[in-house]
């Protein structure tokens, strides 16, 4: 078995969890989420794998985003949950706890 393959599935759905997450926490924008992401290497992601992501959750009306002038630079794009991104970050969160344990049971 080929493990980058079985990495890069498994890292696929765990991005969008981890992106929700963060922004469930509090808005965030773009290159903040890969700055945090890339903290650990089997989440680092690049901007070209983040905005698309970030541009689905936005036609699914899971997040929102609204500009905000920068102290630091030119305006940067925040993302925010929507109430149905906060149900899906809801409904995700229960599945993780289910197979975290699942998998937990099965190193007893």
Do not use: H
């Not at 089997?42 to 070209?48: I, Q």
């Amino acid at each position: 078995m080929d493990m980058s393959e079985w990495k890069s599935q498994v890292r696929r759905g765990l991005l969008e969890f981890c992106i929700l997450r963060l922004i469930g926490s509090q808005p965030r924008y773009g290159y903040e989420l890969v700055t945090t992401l890339n903290r650990w290497e089997f989440l680092a992601v690049t901007e070209g794998t983040l905005y698309p992501l970030l541009r689905r959750l936005l036609k699914e009306k899971c997040i929102d985003s609204y500009w905000k002038e920068s102290e630091a630079g030119p305006p940067r794009k925040y993302y925010t949950l929507t109430e149905s991104g906060r149900e899906l970050l809801d409904s995700m969160s229960t599945e993780w706890e289910k197979v975290t344990q699942a998998i937990e049971e099965l190193n007893q």
